[in-house]
């Protein structure tokens, strides 16, 4: 059949139409997410108009802050050429400016969260968390890609760590829609969310607005539909004063921040529902039933050197810290100084009898830490056990963390293997020599007496210590530890 020219020209006009109305589907999408089901977008730290995404070489073409465009290149083309930086490869994944992920320090998301050397308009400084929920002001870190920078790979017996992004591309790999192709900061970050903690004060302290800000979302809601994976911590029910309550009824007290205040925001609140229930969070991937491999060779206390390249598996449930705080109430335990009841401030062992839960973020960074096992560099607004004459640096000088060589190096008195000190006395007092003794005296070598012998299991040669880790780990008990029957009791 022969058709006509006017006919034909009907068929282009309308062959037009449908290009042009799906060129135009496409950039709503981009342009309007939240109309296109994209999930809260426009809401988020990214998609902020006012402090967003600003790639510099497409802020340069005149597109706003907050643009798809900044992130994602539709044709890897404007005005004739790519927009810095170029991918000689070919084409991303997910239509990215560069390569998702490559290795611990190069990928697509550190090549914005950097201060120098960003593709974000200025540069962006990340602070550490001791930094912004516990006001340790001296630390220098303000970047996420230094805090991956950390030790973390081949280290032998490192002085620092950081999560090993290889690893937790490994781990999730499979789990929860996540696939090969998954960056491995979207195992905590849905980037087209998360909101600014604090938003938009890269050097100020965290804070508690209305919007309940939160920059994680759990990796066991993980969704590919970006709108049905929602912000963890943002409702009041994901908080940990709700955490605690429900582990047994415990109590959640803020660490002091400074002067009389309370972290994470550095307010009068302590009871913990301002935070973000990072126990929850955490034990998505860290619980007892997940395996997690390491790059590290990590500190076995069963045989008291290194040997490890597995996490310890965490039930908070059990834990002395965690469902298990109110195991033995320390109130149960006779009077001072003849407990382990002494507590700093704010903690109180007297008359809440030690019965506290902790967050995660209590003792550990989320990204990196000049320390082993990501322990943070300031605990509690660096409180000290230290007494006059024992220390280098006496009471009330406030002393930094420092866990390096798995808790093997010198603690706050120059003694070898006390180094966890620097942690554990933050909060539990009375544990420098010189100072009442305060550690509970068991049948440690199970030969139905308590007496001297049990006293060398920690000081061998009646004054050295022992690796406070050998006995105190994620899920270690007495039976576990020394080896006895019906007694489960919690050591951490």
Known sequence: MIRTAKELRAKKGILFLLILISVLAVFSVILYPRKANSGPYLNSTHGNSGYGVNRASIAAFGYPRGHCAHCHEQHASIGGAEPAPNSPAGPDQFLLFSDSYTSQTDNFCIKCHADAGSYQ?????NRSYSYRAGGYSSDSLNDILEAFSFCYSGCGSPSSSSHNLDNIKSFITGKWNYTADSNPCNACHNPHAAIGDPANVPNSGKTFGTRGYSPVSRPSLHSKD????????????????????????????????????YEPDGSSTQDGSNLTDFV?????????????STSHSLFNPSTGAIGRNTLFKIDWTKEWHGGNSGFVPYCSMGTAPDIISLLAVPYDGT???GQYVLSCTDCHEPHGSPNNFLVRPWVNNGSNDCRPGNCAVPTPTRLPVTVTNYGTGNGPDGMANKEWVYLCGK?????????AHTHLLQDYNNDFSVDYFDCLVCHPNGGDYVNCGVCHYHGSTYQSVFNMSGNTRPLF
């Open 427 to 435: 909060c539990h007092t009375n544990l420098n020599s010189g100072d």
């Open 280 to 292: 929850t969070f955490c034990t998505d991937c860290h619980n007892e039933s997940n395996t997690i």
């Open 121 to 125: 308009t200025g540069g962006l400084v």
């Open 226 to 261: 970006t709108s049905a994976w929602g912000l963890w911590g943002d409702l009041a029910a994901e908080r940990m004063n709700v955490k605690a309550s429900n582990l047994g009824g415990g109590i959640y007290q803020s660490p002091r921040n400074s002067g009389s205040t």
């Open 351 to 353: 008359n809440k009898c």
